[in-house]
């Protein structure tokens, strides 16, 4: 069985068909990468998934913890880092602080953000912002990561930072769902790549299948990311 299984989703929004009728299976130890344009339905996928959004039609199907990180953060911005970090952990899941805390500590060091656990977030870069998102996300000891759209918010040198933690993550086999625009990352990282495009998938397969694909439609959206 897979880790998660989606079969047959569905999300109308004001009438208009947004998810088609979309199935995906993620295998544990995978890192799955959703590309397509934009509305195509990838981050309508990915709450769906992530149970932030309520699917119209479909199943799915997954038993564990999910993390999540998106384009924009979300860290509160009242709080340190630790506290961003540990907060979940703490409250939610009702581990013990000492060990949550000294495992955050662990984890900013391992991202390169020693130092930082008494900043705010907005006494850090975008890179750093994003950093701590995804130490805050494996601080929940997650079975499967969902980033969507990691980089966008970022400037280009603080975007190799954060691909290159996501790369490390993939190195140490997390199971990850990946949105994201950066193609080439995408074709290194990605065990496997699905193109979405008006809330259906238009081809899936290994990212040497997509990116040789003969289909007019992917050659067209992966030719407006050429130099
Ligand atoms: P992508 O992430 O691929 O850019 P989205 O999943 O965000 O696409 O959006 C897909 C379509 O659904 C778009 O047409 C968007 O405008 C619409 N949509 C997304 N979220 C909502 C919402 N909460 N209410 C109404 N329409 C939405
Ligand atoms: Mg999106």
Redesign the pocket.
């Known amino acids: 069985m897979s880790l998660l299984e989606m079969k047959n989703i569905k999300k109308i929004?004001?009438g208009?068909e947004?998810l088609k009728d979309v199935s995906v299976n993620v295998e544990k130890g995978e890192v799955l990468v959703i590309i397509?344009?934009?509305?195509?339905?990838?981050?309508?996928?990915l709450?769906c998934a992530t149970n932030l959004e309520t699917p119209d039609g479909g199943e799915i199907k997954f038993d564990g913890q999910m993390g999540l990180v998106f384009q924009e953060f979300n860290l509160f911005p009242h709080h340190n880092v630790l506290k961003n970090i540990t907060n979940a952990p703490i409250k939610v899941q009702k581990r013990n602080k000492k060990e949550v805390k000294e495992e955050a500590l662990q984890l900013l060091k391992k991202y390169g953000l020693e130092g930082k656990e008494n900043s705010y977030p907005n006494e850090l870069s975008g890179g750093q912002k994003q950093r701590v998102s995804i130490v805050r996300a494996l601080a929940m000891h997650p079975d499967i990561l969902f980033f969507?759209e990691p980089t966008s918010a970022l400037d280009p040198e603080l975007t190799g930072e954060v691909l290159k933690s996501i790369r490390e993550l993939a190195n140490e086999h997390m199971t990850m769902v990946i949105?994201t625009h950066e193609m080439s990352f995408a074709r290194k990282v990605a065990d496997r790549i699905i193109f979405?495009e008006d809330?259906d998938i238009i081809i899936e397969g290994t990212p040497d299948e997509v990116f040789n694909s003969d289909n007019p439609r992917i050659i067209n959206f992966l030719g407006k990311f050429e130099d």
């Open positions: 929004y004001d208009k947004v397509g344009p934009s509305g195509s339905g990838k981050s309508t996928l709450r969507d949105v979405l809330g």
